[in-house]
Nanobody, 124 residues
Framework: QAQLVESGGGSVQAGGSLRLSCDAS????????MGWFRQAPGKERERVAT?????????YGDSVKGRFTISRDSAKKNTVYFEMNSLKPDDTAMYYC????????????????WGQGTQVTVSS
């Protein structure tokens, strides 16, 4: 059973930055895709960004394009980072790291493992 260990959440003011990490390097298999989803109170879980561990191709949701960057650790398997800049109050949510053996997908049910979540709060 893989364990996705998230870190880096917190509280910032609008315009600030945060960097999230997701580490599943102790798992013996390599995931094909890893990503970040978020869920704000009263809203559905939203796919924010994904990265293929095979070719490095990325996806970003429209609301975060140009502000957030997902990257993988080339030296440490099953480890991704999420640089969040120019944060807005609308970015406030619980952020979840996810991993799948399949291709990157918007379908939550196809993601094999989820982290516990890390809270990001942006104040105006």
């Amino acid at each position: 059973q893989a364990q996705l260990v998230e870190s880096g959440g917190g509280s910032v003011q609008a315009g600030g930055s945060l960097r999230l990490s997701c580490d599943a390097s102790t798992y013996y298999l390599s995931f094909a895709c890893m990503g970040w989803f978020r869920q704000a109170p009263g809203k559905e879980r939203e796919r924010v960004a994904t990265i293929s561990t095979r070719d490095g191709s990325t996806y970003y949701g429209d609301s975060v394009k140009g502000r957030f960057t997902i990257s993988r650790d080339s030296a440490k398997k099953n480890t991704v980072y999420f640089e969040m800049n120019s944060l807005k109050p609308d970015d406030t949510a619980m952020y979840y790291c996810a991993a799948t053996f399949s291709v990157c997908t918007v379908v939550a049910e196809r993601w094999n493992y989820w982290g516990q979540g890390t809270q990001v709060t942006v104040s105006s």
